[in-house]
């Protein structure tokens, strides 16, 4: 359980902040960016909800999508176990599978793409796209990061997979895919 009194330490002030270990690091470093980026994607998730409010199948998943994404601050918040540290908060396959299984659930109702899809349509279609773009800022991120540290592989299969399925859902939201907008090559030469 995770209890939080008081908001401000100023011990960020010097532009250092605490991972999950303890350890201090500067907030410029990649670990931070990373996890800084998933939590812009839950909060663009969180924006796009107010426009899926009540929407079977899209909310739900969306819902426990963001729950998903502090399992995966947290991840990246952890570098590698030390030596008789307990077990970290990590993001497993079975968090990946679930993702899939939703894309192939989603996507099974839409339309079949004729063209790429412009950003855009419904207001929680044009939302879940801004969420996706994120998403994939994020996975640079973790990708950047994974070059020089350790990171759990399935973190950066979730953002993957993530990315996917919130391009399915813009598409579902624009009315399973009627109302997508599409990009017409060279059409403002």
Request: proline share 5%; net charge neutral; hydrophobic share 45%.
């Amino acid at each position: 359980m995770v209890t939080l009194n008081r908001i401000y330490t100023r011990t960020g002030d010097g532009g250092l902040t605490r991972l999950a270990s303890g350890s201090p690091v500067s907030k410029a470093s990649a670990r931070v960016g990373a996890y800084g980026d998933v939590d812009e994607t839950n909060a663009a998730i969180g924006l796009a909800r107010l426009h899926t409010a009540g929407d079977a199948p899209l909310d739900p998943i969306l819902a426990r999508i963001q729950n998903d994404l502090f399992d995966l601050g947290a991840d990246l918040a952890t570098p590698a176990r030390a030596a008789g540290a307990p077990e970290p908060l990590r993001i497993v396959a079975s968090q990946v599978d679930r993702l899939e299984r939703e894309i192939d659930a989603l996507n099974a109702e839409l339309a079949s793409l004729t063209s790429f899809v412009l950003p855009g349509g419904a207001p929680a279609a044009a939302a879940l796209h801004m969420a996706r773009t994120i998403c994939r800022r994020a996975e640079r991120s973790a990708v950047a990061l994974a070059a020089g540290e350790t990171v759990n592989p399935e973190a950066v299969r979730y953002l993957n997979r993530l990315s996917d399925l919130l391009f399915v859902a813009a598409r579902h939201a624009n009315g399973k895919g009627a109302g997508d907008v599409l990009w017409t090559p060279g059409a403002t030469r």
